[in-house]
């Protein structure tokens, strides 16, 4: 009788102690689920923070570029003029790029021609220049968001007269994001 | 009678409270490094933050640009410097303060087209930064010069004089300086943190002497730390290195349809100059071939620059 008083006491503590086990298993659960929720919202907002400075960043980069002595016209054409593109100086920087392809922070920079429109749709390469209209500073292809702004194509033009500055109008893109 | 060991505490008690001190010492422990991993966080995305709100002075002409930058909490930006690679580079590290204590961080936030010139960490909660060209003859970047405490110019030059009151920047001060201002003086005198040899070229501290050869590379000298200074000063003469290449590539390009521009020469010996540019005190040795190259280019017939 006594030894099964006994026993029946041991099996009521082992099954709370089991009920314990249970319960902070369960809670220790509880808690790291709740800490990889918190993780996962805190990784994917440090993520989007990283995008929107990149974002912030090329905006204000774009002017910063066509403004920059690789590609400012200075003052070759007459007087410094703002967002004005040296195209004789891009053409040879392009020759070179890969000096400068960590320098601006932009997986590619392309200025396009947008007026006159003749030969606006030709990729410019040493050989086709200046009857083109795409210069691509860097070779690759690339995806992922880009910025723009307006920008004056300038470069040297013979005529029967002499040299004379010809400027066109053009837009500076600088792309972000993975490449193909 | 029923045994119940030393402590005479149930052994369910006994389970609960280890595991439970284990789950709070746990919980402690992750929280705490999750509060230091978003402090380093927060100085790093400040040190970019940082690099991105200096890009928009460093467009346009404007012989000066100004602007202020305003820090919700007590910060320290470090600047460094670096003339590995082709550009060299330039990092900020910031450090902010929380509970009376200053963060401690590796992360580094680099950009290799910027040029900071600072003491060797600045300090406050409000921040000064203007922006100046450097030509050299041609454009080579934006200096940017970063401050928090006062400057009083003492004697300045009538240019300087004029600059700097143009620049209505709050820390800098021509007259009526307040107590504790760091003196800038162009005539000597026994007060001053500063001496500036305008017609030599040279900024004078404690710590020792650099040389200028345009105000650009004046405000960078004093408002810098010597090391950083002659540092940053290599990186411009790497950019120089690479820009006189460019010029010389266009100027073969635009000659091939018949525009000579006469400026090869120069440009080949100002990249032998940068190419072994050592310090600051070799700038003197370049003015000549800078100024010939300026004086070439304002009359060739094809400008490259």
């Known amino acids: 009788m006594l030894q099964n008083a006994g026993y029946g006491k041991m099996k009521k503590a082992q099954l709370k102690i089991q009920q314990m086990a249970f319960m902070l298993i369960v809670v220790t659960l509880f808690f790291v689920l709740v800490m990889m929720f918190v993780l996962v919202v805190k990784f994917s907002g440090l993520k989007n923070t990283a995008m929107g400075l990149e974002e912030k960043n090329a905006m204000l980069l774009v002017s910063k570029i066509a403004n920059s002595p690789e590609f400012s016209c200075g003052e070759s054409f007459g007087r410094n003029k703002i967002n004005c593109v040296d195209w004789d100086k891009l053409m040879v920087l392009k020759e070179s790029i890969g000096k400068y392809e960590e320098f601006w922070g932009v997986s590619n920079i392309e200025i396009k021609k947008i007026y006159p429109t003749e030969n606006s749709e030709i990729i410019c390469d040493k050989y086709n220049y200046p009857e083109c209209g795409i210069t691509r500073i860097m070779p690759k292809d690339v995806q992922g968001f880009d910025v723009s702004n307006f920008v004056t194509l300038c470069r040297k033009t013979m005529s029967s007269d002499g040299f004379y500055d010809k400027c066109e109008v053009a837009r500076i893109m600088a792309s972000y994001g993975g490449e193909k | ?305």
């Open chain 2, 1 to 305: 009678m029923k045994k119940r060991g030393f402590l005479q505490i149930p052994f369910a008690w006994l389970f609960a409270i280890i595991v439970g001190a284990v789950i709070l010492f746990l919980a402690v422990y992750i929280s705490m490094k999750l509060i230091g991993t978003e402090q380093t966080t927060q100085d790093a995305k400040a040190g970019k933050e940082i690099g991105v709100l200096l890009n928009p002075l460093e467009t346009g002409f404007e012989t000066g640009k100004t602007t202020t930058l305003n820090m919700p909490v007590e910060t320290r930006i470090y600047s460094r410097c670096s003339n590995q690679g082709i550009f060299g580079e330039q990092t900020i590290r910031v450090s902010q303060k929380n509970f009376n204590k200053w963060s401690e961080t590796d992360i580094d936030v680099s950009f290799p087209n910027k040029y900071l010139f600072s003491e060797n960490f600045v300090e406050g909660k409000k921040f000064f930064i203007f922006s100046k060209p450097f030509n050299f003859p041609f454009k080579v970047a934006d200096l940017i010069y970063i401050t928090s405490k006062n400057y009083c110019f003492i004697s300045a030059p009538e240019e300087v004089a004029e600059e700097v009151a143009d620049l209505k920047q709050e820390n800098l001060f021509l007259e009526n300086c307040p107590e504790k201002s760091t003196n800038v003086c162009f005539l000597g005198g026994a007060e001053c943190e500063i001496n500036i040899d305008y017609n030599a070229g040279y900024v004078s501290k404690k710590t020792g002497k650099v040389y200028f050869n345009n105000d650009a590379l004046m405000y960078a000298g004093i408002f810098s730390e010597d090391n950083l200074y002659e540092c940053e000063a290599k990186r411009l003469m790497q950019r120089v290195a690479q820009l006189t290449l460019l010029y010389n590539n266009k100027a073969e390009l635009v000659s091939k349809s018949g525009c000579n521009s006469n400026l090869g020469g120069e440009l080949s010996q100002l990249n032998n100059f940068a190419g072994t540019f050592s310090g600051t005190i070799n700038l003197n040795a370049m003015n000549s071939v800078v100024k010939k190259l300026e004086e070439k280019n304002d009359v060739a017939e094809c400008r490259l620059w």
